[in-house]
């Protein structure tokens, strides 16, 4: 179905049915509970979700087949973000426009840096996409400022022309950005019991995007293009020495990652209408390579696993205070209760980098192929005892 085989067709149902139902199943504990405090389920958080989903996934088709390792990612992030919101200040608020010039202005951009960088591999592609990620870094702070309004960043004005759209509202606001009057901005609030979902407009745009990017990601994988991508992370000079030329492919799939960047980037803008020049920084590059790698590069599903399980730390441990863990643990004696919160303490709020990076060890040094090998290693294991369980039970009796 849709040119899928059997089992990616059942990963990319999976994954829609997860992006689908993402409100009900982030939201597993009642509002006025204690544990409500690990709830995903708002619209700012989801859309980050799938968001760095695409980012992931578009990283993925780089580095997880070709082998390449880029440190500069967030410069297409940055771009695909300054691009959007251009569009937003010169034609109109639809997000359609500014997705599409995202898309191209990152593709173009990327053409330019593959281009010098593919000219190296190993450490000195990744040192090369480094350095062209901090001089766009810093050319958005500087030079280029009368494009990105520097430190303060680039947003949207009630001076704008917007040619097909109003420069203001009816009450003399700032227009928000939509899908053809569908606001970005727009929520329902579902209340079933002590539980509220919050279904957003916002976050079902960005989910319907991620299942289309996650949908050609799989073509891409299963793709002789895919298989060529392949054979070079695996063996780049005996394709030189059968007489093809591994360049055109390398250039080609970093385009492709560059725009799935650059659509990541104008989807954040499409959100919050701002684009600053931290998007670009090397933390940002560095991120979507940990995304990556804890999901499990080279997979398809990996990356959006990845990205998911950072943002929800980053979102939901950096909140967990003192004042929270205080109220966990109020049932045990004073004495008993602070020295829990103290030992907990490092881990959670300012400390959640900490927790992550243990986690992040753990994974590296005992599931190498990152939470999707976790997941099949507990897959074959529950085969394994089904089909002992199978083999007992039809053992005749002695």
């Avoid at 990620?133 to 309004?149: E, F, G, K, R, W």
Wanted: charged share 10%; with cysteine.
């Amino acid at each position: 179905m849709f040119g899928l085989g059997k089992r990616d067709f059942t990963l990319f149902l999976l994954v829609a049915v997860l992006a689908i139902f993402a409100p009900f199943i982030l939201n597993p504990f009642p509002t006025d509970s204690a544990m409500a405090q690990f709830n995903a389920g708002y619209p700012d958080l989801m859309q980050r979700f799938v968001i760095f989903g695409i980012l992931a996934i578009g990283f993925n088709i780089l580095f997880g087949l070709t082998g390449y390792l880029s440190f500069g990612h967030a410069a297409f992030l940055g771009v695909g973000s300054y691009s959007a919101v251009w569009m937003f200040k010169l034609l109109s608020m639809n997000v359609i426009p500014a997705i599409l010039l995202s898309m191209i202005v990152s593709g173009l951009f990327a053409v330019v840096i593959g281009y010098v960088s593919l000219r190296r591999s190993g450490i000195y592609f990744s040192i090369l996409t480094l350095a062209f990620a901090q001089m766009s870094y810093n050319l958005a702070y500087s030079v280029l400022t009368p494009i990105t309004n520097g430190e303060t960043g680039l947003q949207i004005t009630l001076d704008d022309p917007r040619l097909l759209g109003v420069s203001a509202t009816a009450d003399g606001g700032i227009p928000v950005t939509n899908l053809f009057g569908l606001e970005m901005r727009a929520y329902e609030t579902v209340t079933m019991g002590p539980w509220e979902f919050q279904f957003s407009v916002g976050y079902y745009v960005a989910a319907i995007i991620m299942l289309a990017s996650f949908y050609l990601s799989i073509r891409i994988f299963r793709s002789p293009f895919g298989m060529m991508l392949r054979a070079i992370k695996s063996n780049q000079n005996r394709l030189y020495y059968t007489g093809l030329n591994a360049k055109p492919y390398t250039l080609a799939a970093f385009v492709i990652s560059g725009m799935y960047a650059g659509l990541a980037g104008g989807l954040l803008a499409c959100m919050d209408p701002l684009a600053g020049a931290e998007r670009m920084q090397w933390t940002a590059s560095g991120e979507v390579v940990l995304m990556t790698i804890l999901g499990g590069a080279g997979t398809l599903i990996g990356p959006v696993l990845g990205a998911g399980f950072i943002k929800y730390f980053e979102n939901i441990f950096s909140k967990i205070n003192d004042q929270v863990v205080h109220s966990w643990v109020s049932f045990l004696p004073d004495g008993i209760e602070d020295f829990v919160v103290g030992i907990i303490h490092p881990f959670v709020g300012k400390g959640w980098h900490l927790t992550l990076g243990l986690m992040f060890m753990a994974i590296v040094i005992f599931l190498p192929g990152g939470l999707v090998e976790g997941g099949q290693r507990i897959a074959r294991r529950l085969r394994k005892r089904d089909g002992t369980k199978t083999e007992t039970s039809t053992t005749p009796a002695e």
